[in-house]
């Protein structure tokens, strides 16, 4: 699944900051978690969505905990890069993880690979320890 925002999901998110939207942030056919505006702790993904895209959570630095459901198997590019409180993900479905998706989340201590996986493509965990 593409995980690349289109011209269309970058105004999606556009008007959510302008309406100083907090939280997740979904395509108008809700398969694809775009962006999460705020700073939350935790995130759970609602059930349904096929793709979490490029940068989507990037640089949350509250963020310690993500639960994504079995429907999600395509993780983009610097996806859940830079959180640095980030812990723990369970991605039961998961087939795709993107080009340093995990790079420098210092504190990743817990991740279970499914056996649906398929590709984890080049510095995916890059500076986690």
Known sequence: MNTRLTKEDQAIIKKARRNK?????????GLRLLKVLGNPEYLEVKDGVKAICDEACQGLDNLHDVVLPASVVDLGEGAFASCHKFFKITMPGVEFIGKECFGLCDNLKEIALPETLR??????FAGCK
């Open 21 to 29: 939207v907090s939280g997740p942030i979904y395509s108008e056919d």
């Open 119 to 124: 590709q984890i493509r080049a510095g995916a």
